[in-house]
């Protein structure tokens, strides 16, 4: 995302509040943050040059396995496919302390080594059935995992969870989201229709 | 609008602009009193500076989350706050500029919004009456001082303040929590109906009611006049909102103020000190050291009226100190800094609600529901004084709470698409004893970047507090389960005072200058014509939310001013 495009959300978003209170454009809309454009994350295609931060090369292209295992492509896409797996490694270089990156690669670690020695395979060459087999023993604490295994790869896909809920794909397509609902209606009936996605996390 | 350097004597100077600041600003002004507003903070502009507004999460640089680096070197202190987020981190003070201290063995989270608007920008808007069971509380029980006040002395303001800010709810007629004036209440949800319904038939001393709020939730003319609009609902308030949909000094008073041409506005001007004159006894006007480049400068007015935040005022009055009054300006009483007090949200309780599959909602409702509380009556055999007023909603679970299940794969996906089960939850908000122990003092020696000494801090909550939250978490537990709710869990947190970032006393009221900085116009006993209407004024926590009663003692006092200054008597 660029210095402009959030520029560009603020001003349609200024201009929606004014029309809809009647008022005219007068107002001005608050220039762009540059540095936080700047820092924001950007998926990046496989293949293309991506400097880690805090996992490596290998790591990356497991974790999206695991991105993609957790949360596959159903009608929509997986998370490994929006690039989760890229955002999580941003993410724990700005927002988790170095106890968390080396928690997060161990059990990345633990993943590939358990499943070489389960099945042979390393984890991105099983077939997804296995791979879904594999992470349920995880996280339930299934032999050959322990407790805190399971609590760290619990840590992981909440990681993975909150990556895809608060991208756009999982936002807006998986989920519905909603700008500006309107006023609240407290009683409405609910006939299986997906939930709302997530604004305003906190 | 906005003025650096003035020779002006102004007719009314008034400290900080948040909830009490603009509604000082607003009165004065509309009065024809040439004002000005000083704010240490910069200027924040309805609109055009709520930078975090109306983007979404996946725009975000960390969608939502604040760097480890900036929450460590700027932060520690605010992130504490549930509000606290990247989009709201420019309306907190910045803990690296804002240091003070706390004595050995106790905590406290000071939580600052300083700018044009403090904190107006970041509250959660609740707005409670308060009644004479609250103000009679000190009386009865000996802790603390006897308001100077009665309900029927605000009973007029409370409905002044209420039709210009906007309150929803519904009537009540409830002894211990007056009615207001109302715009319509939020929706409650199906469950939620049901689980009043239950409640209230179980425990017929209890209520389960629709939280006051001060949303605009039906807008009338004269808030559409306001430039204000319809909540829509998108509970992300501290973010700022252009609909103007819930009250702040931007939205609301701000507005009027300038409208009469008789406002200034001096941003970035910290106040050092109040100039004192011993002949007159009269405060002449402040001393204020610039927030950017340091330099220092005067104001000069006939009133003055401290509005700069509970902590804020005390430490204004504290570093006022003079040969006449050696211990803090107006402080004859000895009381500055003392009876500090807060809230205490230390005990939780929280359920399944089973059914309602079929039943859901639209929207984020940005408020809840309220257990008014029902130990209003004093009562010896309740191991503790006081009472406690208890938050409560109930909510479907999303993805938020659904990805902690466990799952892999697409059964899990798809679970975390629909909607969970409904959970219901309880707050406890206990009124904390007001106690001369817990105070503030400056530092002997720190001082912060502007020169100013710290405030050293010194409160805990004492046992009294910690019996009430054992008994909220204790009769939460029982309520949900004698409701038939499922799977009742509860507990206590161990958050320390200022938690409840409802901060009062420290510069209380009183009918008697001997034991009380204020009387009961919150007009100083000291010196004639210098006010605190913040919630430094405030000589019982009572359970309710204060904003509410620190904007009617506001105007109230400023309605008082004006007529102390036509009688010549200020």
Same mark, same amino acid.
């Given at each position: 995302?660029?210095?402009?495009?959030?520029?560009?959300?603020?001003?349609?978003?200024?201009?929606?509040?004014?029309?809809?209170?009647?008022?005219? %454009?007068?107002?001005?809309?608050?220039?762009?943050?540059?540095?936080? &454009?700047?820092?924001?994350?950007?998926?990046?295609?496989?293949?293309?040059?991506?400097?880690?931060?805090?996992?490596?090369?290998?790591?990356?292209?497991? %974790?999206?396995?695991?991105?993609?295992?957790?949360?596959?492509?159903?009608?929509?896409?997986?998370?490994?496919?929006?690039?989760?797996?890229?955002?999580?490694?941003?993410?724990?270089?700005?927002?988790?302390?170095?106890?968390?990156?080396?928690?997060?690669?161990?059990?990345?670690?633990?993943?590939?080594?358990?499943?070489?020695?389960?099945?042979?395979?390393?984890?991105?060459?099983?077939?997804?059935?296995?791979?879904?087999?594999?992470?349920?023993? %995880?996280?339930?604490?299934?032999?050959?995992?322990?407790?805190?295994?399971?609590?760290?790869?619990?840590?992981?896909?909440?990681?993975?969870?909150?990556?895809?809920?608060?991208?756009?794909?999982?936002?807006?397509?998986?989920?519905?989201?909603?700008?500006?609902?309107?006023?609240?209606?407290?009683?409405?009936?609910?006939?299986?229709? &997906?939930?709302?996605?997530?604004?305003?996390?906190? | 609008?906005?003025?650096?350097?003035?020779?002006?004597?102004?007719?009314?100077?008034?400290?900080?602009?948040?909830?009490?600041?603009?509604?000082?600003?607003?009165?004065?002004?509309?009065?024809?009193?040439?004002?000005?507003?000083?704010?240490?903070?910069?200027?924040?502009?309805?609109?055009?500076?709520?930078?975090?507004?109306?983007?979404?999460?996946?725009?975000?640089?960390?969608?939502?989350?604040?760097?480890?680096?900036?929450?460590?070197?700027?932060?520690?202190?605010?992130?504490?706050?549930?509000?606290?987020?990247?989009?709201?981190?420019?309306?907190?003070?910045?803990?690296?500029?804002?240091?003070?201290?706390?004595?050995?063995?106790?905590?406290?989270?000071?939580?600052?919004?300083?700018?044009?608007?403090?904190?107006?920008?970041?509250?959660?808007?609740?707005?409670?009456?308060?009644?004479?069971?609250?103000?009679?509380?000190?009386?009865?029980?000996?802790?603390?001082?006897?308001?100077?006040?009665?309900?029927?002395?605000?009973?007029?303001?409370?409905?002044?303040?209420?039709?210009?800010?906007?309150?929803?709810?519904?009537?009540?007629?409830?002894?211990?929590?007056?009615?207001?004036?109302?715009?319509?209440?939020?929706?409650?949800?199906?469950?939620?109906?049901?689980?009043?319904?239950?409640?209230?038939?179980?425990?017929?001393?209890?209520?389960?009611?629709?939280?006051?709020?001060?949303?605009?939730?039906?807008?009338?003319?004269?808030?559409?006049?306001?430039?204000?609009?319809?909540?829509?609902?998108?509970?992300?308030?501290?973010?700022?909102?252009?609909?103007?949909?819930?009250?702040?000094?931007?939205?609301?008073?701000?507005?009027?103020?300038?409208?009469?041409?008789?406002?200034?506005?001096?941003?970035?001007?910290?106040?050092?000190?109040?100039?004192?004159?011993?002949?007159?006894?009269?405060?002449?006007?402040?001393?204020?050291?610039?927030?950017?480049?340091?330099?220092?400068?005067?104001?000069?007015?006939?009133?003055?009226?401290?509005? #700069?935040?509970?902590?804020?005022?005390?430490?204004?009055?504290?570093?006022?100190?003079?040969?006449?009054?050696?211990?803090?300006?107006?402080?004859?009483?000895?009381?500055?800094?003392?009876?500090?007090?807060?809230?205490?949200?230390?005990?939780?309780?929280?359920?399944?609600?089973?059914?309602?599959?079929? #039943?859901?909602?639209?929207?984020?409702?940005?408020?809840?529901?309220?257990?008014?509380?029902?130990?209003?009556?004093?009562?010896?055999?309740?191991?503790?004084?006081?009472?406690?007023?208890?938050?409560?909603?109930?909510?479907?679970?999303?993805?938020?709470?659904?990805?902690?299940?466990?799952?892999?794969?697409?059964?899990?996906?798809?679970?975390?698409?629909?909607?969970?089960?409904?959970?219901?939850?309880?707050? #406890?908000?206990?009124?904390?004893?007001?106690?001369?122990?817990?105070?503030?003092?400056?530092?002997?020696?720190?001082?912060?970047?502007?020169?100013?000494?710290?405030?050293?801090?010194?409160?805990?909550?004492?046992?009294?507090?910690?019996?009430?939250?054992?008994?909220?978490?204790?009769?939460?537990?029982?309520?949900?389960?004698?409701?038939?709710?499922?799977?009742?869990?509860?507990?206590?947190?161990?958050?320390?005072?200022?938690?409840?970032?409802?901060?009062?006393?420290?510069?209380?009221?009183?009918?008697?200058?001997?034991?009380?900085?204020?009387?009961?116009?919150?007009?100083?006993?000291?010196?004639?014509?210098?006010?605190?209407?913040?919630?430094?004024?405030?000589?019982?926590?009572?359970?309710?939310?204060?904003?509410?009663?620190?904007?009617?003692?506001?105007?109230?006092?400023?309605?008082?001013?004006?007529?102390?200054? #036509?009688?010549?008597?200020?």
């Amino acid at each position: 995302m660029t210095a402009e495009h959030m520029n560009q959300s603020r001003r349609r978003f200024l201009q929606g509040v004014l029309i809809s209170l009647g008022a005219g %454009l007068s107002n001005g809309f608050i220039g762009e943050n540059a540095l936080a &454009a700047a820092l924001s994350y950007r998926a990046v295609p496989d293949g293309e040059p991506y400097q880690t931060k805090v996992l490596s090369n290998e790591q990356l292209m497991m %974790l999206k396995k695991v991105c993609n295992t957790i949360i596959p492509t159903t009608e929509t896409p997986g998370a490994g496919d929006i690039g989760v797996h890229g955002f999580i490694d941003h993410q724990l270089y700005h927002c988790y302390d170095l106890n968390v990156h080396s928690r997060m690669r161990a059990i990345l670690s633990v993943i590939e080594t358990s499943s070489l020695r389960i099945y042979g395979y390393p984890f991105t060459e099983l077939d997804s059935e296995r791979q879904v087999v594999h992470l349920t023993r %995880l996280e339930t604490a299934a032999e050959p995992f322990s407790e805190q295994q399971r609590a760290d790869f619990k840590q992981l896909k909440a990681l993975v969870c909150f990556g895809y809920y608060t991208s756009e794909t999982g936002a807006s397509q998986e989920l519905v989201y909603q700008a500006y609902p309107g006023g609240f209606k407290g009683q409405i009936a609910y006939r299986g229709q &997906a939930g709302y996605g997530s604004l305003a996390y906190y | 609008m906005y003025i650096k350097e003035s020779k002006q004597e102004y007719d009314a100077i008034v400290i900080g602009s948040g909830i009490t600041g603009g509604w000082a600003a607003k009165e004065f002004s509309e009065k024809g009193f040439k004002t000005l507003l000083v704010e240490r903070g910069r200027v924040v502009e309805h609109r055009k500076d709520y930078v975090g507004e109306g983007i979404p999460p996946w725009e975000q640089p960390l969608r939502s989350k604040v760097s480890l680096a900036e929450v460590e070197q700027q932060y520690h202190v605010q992130k504490n706050c549930y509000a606290f987020n990247d989009s709201t981190k420019h309306f907190f003070g910045n803990d690296r500029d804002l240091p003070f201290e706390t004595t050995k063995g106790t905590d406290f989270w000071w939580i600052r919004a300083n700018q044009l608007g403090g904190k107006s920008l970041l509250w959660h808007r609740f707005s409670y009456r308060w009644s004479d069971f609250d103000f009679n509380a000190n009386k009865l029980d000996g802790f603390g001082n006897d308001w100077p006040i009665r309900y029927q002395d605000l009973a007029h303001w409370y409905s002044y303040v209420e039709r210009h800010v906007g309150i929803c709810g519904q009537k009540e007629s409830l002894p211990q929590l007056p009615d207001s004036e109302f715009l319509p209440p939020f929706d409650m949800t199906a469950p939620e109906l049901h689980i009043k319904q239950r409640l209230e038939a179980t425990f017929p001393d209890r209520k389960l009611i629709h939280g006051r709020q001060a949303h605009l939730t039906k807008p009338s003319a004269h808030h559409l006049a306001q430039g204000r609009g319809q909540c829509q609902a998108r509970n992300e308030c501290q973010k700022g909102c252009s609909f103007g949909a819930y009250f702040s000094t931007q939205s609301s008073t701000l507005p009027d103020a300038a409208k009469t041409g008789n406002l200034h506005i001096a941003p970035n001007s910290v106040v050092h000190s109040l100039i004192y004159d011993g002949i007159s006894n009269r405060v002449k006007g402040v001393r204020v050291i610039d927030n950017e480049d340091l330099s220092q400068r005067e104001y000069f007015g006939k009133v003055v009226f401290l509005c #700069a935040s509970t902590l804020g005022s005390t430490q204004i009055l504290l570093n006022s100190r003079n040969k006449t009054f050696p211990n803090g300006l107006a402080n004859r009483s000895g009381v500055l800094g003392h009876y500090l007090m807060d809230h205490n949200y230390n005990a939780w309780a929280r359920a399944e609600i089973p059914g309602f599959e079929d #039943a859901f909602y639209s929207g984020r409702r940005p408020g809840g529901l309220y257990v008014p509380n029902f130990y209003f009556k004093p009562d010896p055999k309740r191991p503790f004084l006081r009472g406690y007023g208890m938050s409560a909603g109930a909510y479907r679970e999303d993805w938020k709470a659904l990805q902690h299940k466990d799952g892999i794969g697409i059964a899990f996906k798809q679970q975390l698409q629909k909607p969970g089960k409904w959970q219901f939850w309880l707050g #406890a908000q206990g009124e904390m004893l007001p106690r001369f122990e817990n105070s503030v003092q400056l530092h002997a020696f720190k001082k912060d970047k502007w020169g100013i000494p710290q405030l050293e801090i010194n409160c805990r909550f004492s046992e009294n507090e910690r019996l009430m939250m054992l008994d909220a978490a204790e009769q939460g537990q029982l309520m949900l389960e004698k409701i038939g709710l499922e799977n009742v869990s509860s507990g206590q947190h161990d958050k320390p005072p200022g938690s409840g970032i409802h901060e009062l006393g420290t510069a209380r009221m009183g009918r008697d200058p001997k034991d009380s900085v204020l009387n009961g116009f919150n007009q100083s006993h000291d010196i004639p014509n210098l006010f605190v209407t913040d919630g430094a004024s405030f000589c019982s926590s009572a359970v309710q939310n204060p904003s509410l009663t620190f904007m009617a003692l506001t105007v109230r006092a400023v309605n008082y001013a004006v007529k102390e200054v #036509a009688a010549r008597r200020i």
